[in-house]
């Protein structure tokens, strides 16, 4: 077979499909992980930045650095293993600890991440957690353990992936500024599965946070945006009832309309990036496939009633500036279509009265030519009476009768001769 040129992101492409492989996690262990976010701006934000500060904390442990342009990177450091991930928006990083720990949700675990080095990050942290793993006990210390470690009111619990583990957590910030999931793993789970479940879990907290700034950004947009409704609203009335003049009522139509695309335009990237995010979080949990356990509420049901009409605000919010943005717009035509019409009919009139000037000026300028024939015929008589005066006087004809015989004939010719010129210029 005769060779084929690639594509030159072929295997870049292919590459990306395998980029992220789970972490393969034992039981019992700690996860300890750590989400950096921008405060302003992270989606354009230099990812360099999160590559050096990821090679600083290598460095520490003298451990092999990620290739340049790097997204991702899996190692040691020190005793403990890392996963580092960059995104469009935030970087995370999970350290895995071997061993149940000194005792469960220790702060100390945080200790991985150095204080300097956590003072250095170019961001933020927009949420940290402490994982547990543990062999699956009996059923009984299960649920005494989900009790005692989260809050009863707010804790989901599940049966994840045909059993094989059971998944805790209670979405709060603990004392020491952490989340805290627990994962009861059966003895027959195997490390991937578990790497998985950590991972999803990480994921579904993350993903959550992230699409919750989009209900942050509705919370302030929404007083702005009833200031701007009834003033659109106002000024529609004020349409309806012709109490301003035109002119002004569209300047402020125009003035709402560029308010209302400017935040819609500071807006789009949220509210597309807040429903990525939501759909992740679903998906996210869909695959783990939950089953309830004692009757406890799941993930999926926390979010439906927690963060799902915190979302449903958020699209709320999104159709409703949409819609005012639409009826600015089309108000403003209608204002528009209403000026126009209106300097047409001032514009006819204006015509109308040139028209009437332009008669009177016509009207003017024929009485004008009448005078001009007798002007011209006055001339034209005088210089033809000096050259008939002398032939006429051998004749014995007065000068009275010269004049007599050659005014009609002048002044005819004379009129003809304006006529003639004035059909020719019409």
């Given at each position: 077979m005769p060779p084929i040129a690639d594509h030159p992101l072929r295997y870049q492409l292919a590459n990306e499909l395998h980029a992220r492989p789970f972490p393969a996690v034992s039981a019992p262990g700690r996860a300890v992980y750590l989400a950096i976010k921008r405060p302003e701006e992270a989606e354009s934000h230099d990812w360099q930045d999160d590559l050096a500060h990821l090679i600083t904390l290598l460095d520490r442990h003298g451990t092999d650095h990620p290739k340049p342009g790097a997204t991702h990177w899996s190692g040691q450091i020190g005793k403990h293993r890392l996963k580092w991930e960059s995104h469009?928006?935030?970087?995370?990083?999970?350290?895995?600890?071997?061993?149940?720990?000194?005792?469960?949700?220790?702060?100390d675990d945080f200790g991985v991440f150095p204080e300097d080095w956590l003072d250095a990050a170019p961001g933020q942290r927009i949420t940290s957690a402490l994982?547990?793993?543990?062999?699956?006990?009996?059923?009984?210390?299960?649920?005494?353990r989900i009790c005692e470690w989260f809050v009863s009111e707010s804790v989901a619990v599940s049966r994840v992936q045909d059993d094989c583990a059971v998944v805790a957590g209670d979405f709060r910030i603990d004392p020491a500024g952490h989340m805290r999931f627990a994962i009861f793993a059966g003895e027959a789970t195997g490390r991937r599965r578990i790497g998985r479940i950590v991972q999803r879990l990480a994921e579904v907290e993350t993903y959550k946070t992230m699409a919750m700034l989009g209900f942050q950004r509705v919370k302030a947009l929404a007083?702005?945006?009833?200031?701007?409704?009834?003033?659109?609203?106002r000024l529609m009335s004020g349409m309806t009832d012709r109490a301003a003049p035109a002119e002004e009522t569209l300047q402020a139509l125009l003035a709402v309309s560029a308010e209302l695309e400017s935040l819609s335009a500071q807006s789009s990237f949220r509210f597309g990036a807040t429903a990525a995010y939501?759909?992740?979080?679903?998906?996210?949990?869909?695959?783990?496939?939950?089953?309830?356990?004692?009757?406890?509420?799941?993930?999926?049901e926390f979010m439906m009633r927690r963060f799902d009409p915190a979302m449903r605000t958020v699209k709320s919010t999104q159709a409703r500036l949409q819609t005012m943005a639409d009826r600015a717009m089309r108000a403003g035509d209608l204002l528009r279509t209403r000026?126009?019409?209106?300097r047409s009919a001032q514009n006819q009139a204006l015509l109308e009265s040139m028209d009437r000037r332009a008669d009177l000026q016509l009207r003017l300028q024929k009485t004008v030519e009448g005078f001009s024939v007798v002007a011209i015929s006055y001339y034209a008589v005088s210089l033809l009476g000096y050259l008939l005066y002398p032939m006429a006087e051998p004749l014995g004809v007065s000068k009275g009768i010269v004049t007599a015989g050659i005014t009609l004939p002048v002044v005819a010719i004379v009129f003809l001769a304006i006529r003639r010129i004035r059909v020719r210029i019409d």
């Open positions: 469009t928006e935030f970087v995370t990083y999970t350290v895995f600890l071997d061993g149940p720990g000194a005792k469960p949700f220790d702060p994982i547990r793993i543990e062999q699956r006990p009996a059923h009984e210390t299960v649920a005494e007083p702005r945006m009833g200031e701007i409704d009834k003033e659109l609203s939501e759909a992740i979080v679903h998906q996210r949990i869909e695959v783990m496939r939950e089953e309830h356990f004692e009757g406890r509420q799941t993930f999926d000026v126009d019409v209106a």
